[in-house]
Each structure stands twice: as C-alpha cells, then as structure tokens.
C-alpha cells in the first residue's frame, strides 16, 4: 500500500511537473510574440527594390533614431531614400500625421503634370493672380490663401487621385494628411523622372529653394549643398522634407514631428547624421 501510495505520489508530481512546463513554454512563445511586434515593427531597414538587409551601418542609423525618439514623449517619424540603390530606412514611417504645409507639394505636383498634359494654362488668372504665381507663392512663401485657391481650382479629389497614383495610400488633402512614406514617395518619383518633365521638375525645385523656412533641414547640411525642401508647421508640430544631391549619394530626408521638445533641433540632428550615412557609402 505505501509503495502504491508512493508510485501515485510521483505521478501527481510529474503530471503538475508537466502542466507548469507547458504553461512556461505558452509563456515564453506569447513573450516572444509581442517582442516581435514592438518596437521593430516600425522600424525599416531594407531595400525597396531588392528586400536586402541595410549595412551595418545603416541598422546602427535606425537605432540611434529610436533611442531619439525615447528620449522625448512627442511623436516622430522619419525617411531616408537613397536615391541612388533605393534603399529605404525608416522609423514610424507609415503613421500619417497633420502634413501641415508639406501638402503644398502634392497640389503643386498635381497643378504642372496637368500642365505637362496640356491641361491647363499656367497664366491663367485667379483673383488677378496668375496660377504659376499662386504655386509659387504656395510652394516658396507657404502662403495658404495661394493653396486653398489652387485646390478649390483643381479639385480635391482630382489631386487624391493624383497622390493615389503615384502610390501614396496614406494622403488626404481635404483632412491634410500624409506620411513620410508618402512624402518620400513624391520626393523620389520626383527626383527620377516620374511625376513631371525636366521643365517643370525645375520650376518646382526653384520654388523649394530660398523659402520661407530654412532653420531644419539646411541647418544640418555643409555649406553649398543643393538641396530642395518643403517645411511644415503647425500647432505642435515641426515638419521637413528634402530633397539632398549629396556628391557621392543624393537621398531624400523627411522628419515630422508632433509634441517633442525641439522639433527644429531634433530634425537638423537627424539630417546631418543622414549626410554622414551617405557620404560613408561606396559611390
């Protein structure tokens, strides 16, 4: 009886034995889970084109960019685009944020690939005001009265559709919505060739020289860079968007930020970091 008594004994603990193991295992599974869902989740580092691994020292860009952003309780999201092997490195890229006056670009895209299509003429007159003028005054001097003409003039879902073409699935003009994903996706087809002809590429890149907003991005580029931005602002938050012809590898920078302590320093910081990234790849 005892020995039985025994026998039954270690069964019960080996079946609890059992139980606790399985329970661990669910455990550590679970954990391992929800690891894979955050942070990294919003993190990217490959290559659009070829869905390769970013260099080492691309990975070690992103991680400084995340610890940036845990040290501030505002929100920030960044892209990087090197234009030369497409290699994208992001952080909370796809969250869409108030676009502010970086939207400016989508409506003037939209208004000179209209006008590549003979669809419209630039001298057209609104208020007195021609509509190559008003884009410029929109684009260079973010002058809202200039954009709210030219969207009412070319219709809001015409420039969605427009962006919606392009790729751009996070963009609402009517709400002034986008993401940095987007608005690298409008600055890297613009770059190449693929929204508007050399002329009018040009003439936008004019109007995102010398503009009203030059302490971001410039701020964390060399002296006589080239360089063609548009900047946003709104209640809390600091917004930039360049294009960088960098000698050894043009990319495209694009910070937004809402609620953080120094959006201005915090995007000039980024933007010289990005530089140095570039200029350490092989041409």
């Known amino acids: 009886m005892a020995t039985m008594s025994k026998f039954l004994l270690l069964g019960v603990f080996a079946v609890i034995i059992l139980?606790?193991?399985?329970?661990?295992?669910?455990?550590?599974v679970s954990h391992q889970k929800n690891q894979s869902k955050s942070p990294n989740n919003s993190i990217n580092t490959t290559t659009e084109e070829t869905g390769a691994v970013a260099t080492e020292a691309g990975v070690a860009l992103v991680n400084k960019w995340l610890k940036l952003a845990k040290t501030d309780s505002g929100e920030l999201s960044i892209q990087y685009i090197d234009l030369t092997d497409n290699q994208a490195l992001g952080y909370e890229?796809?969250?869409?944020?108030?676009?502010?006056?970086?939207?400016?670009?989508i409506t003037a895209g939209y208004l000179?690939?209209?006008?590549?299509k003979g669809a419209i003429d630039l001298r057209e007159n609104l208020g007195d005001v021609t509509l190559q003028e008003h884009a410029r005054l929109m684009v260079n001097q973010s002058n809202n009265n200039s954009?709210?003409?030219?969207?009412?003039?070319?219709?809001?879902?015409?420039?969605?559709?427009?962006?919606?073409?392009l790729g751009m699935s996070d963009f609402q003009i009517e709400n002034?919505?986008?993401?940095?994903h987007d608005t690298g996706i409008f600055l890297e087809k613009l770059y190449k060739g693929q929204v508007l002809t050399e002329a009018?590429?040009?003439?936008?890149?004019?109007?995102?020289r010398n503009t009203e907003t030059e302490d971001?991005?410039?701020?964390?580029?060399?002296p006589n860079t080239v360089f063609y931005h548009k900047s946003g602002t709104f209640?809390?938050?600091?917004?930039?968007?360049?294009?960088?012809?960098?000698?050894?590898?043009?990319?495209?920078?694009?910070?937004?930020?809402?609620?953080?302590?120094?959006?201005?320093?915090i995007i000039t910081e980024i933007t010289r970091d990005a530089w140095a990234y570039a200029d350490s790849k092989p041409q």
Do not use: C
């Open 19 to 28: 139980i606790l193991l399985s329970v661990f295992i669910a455990l550590s």
């Open 93 to 105: 890229e796809k969250k869409i944020y108030e676009g502010a006056s970086v939207n400016k670009l």
């Open 112 to 116: 000179l690939s209209q006008f590549d």
């Open 147 to 165: 954009w709210q003409t030219l969207n009412d003039r070319l219709g809001y879902a015409n420039i969605e559709n427009f962006a919606l073409g």
């Open 176 to 180: 002034n919505e986008i993401s940095v």
């Open 200 to 208: 009018s590429k040009q003439l936008l890149y004019s109007w995102m």
């Open 216 to 222: 971001r991005i410039p701020f964390g580029l060399p």
């Open 235 to 265: 209640e809390k938050g600091i917004h930039d968007a360049a294009i960088i012809v960098n000698p050894k590898r043009p990319f495209v920078i694009i910070v937004f930020t809402n609620g953080v302590k120094d959006g201005r320093a």
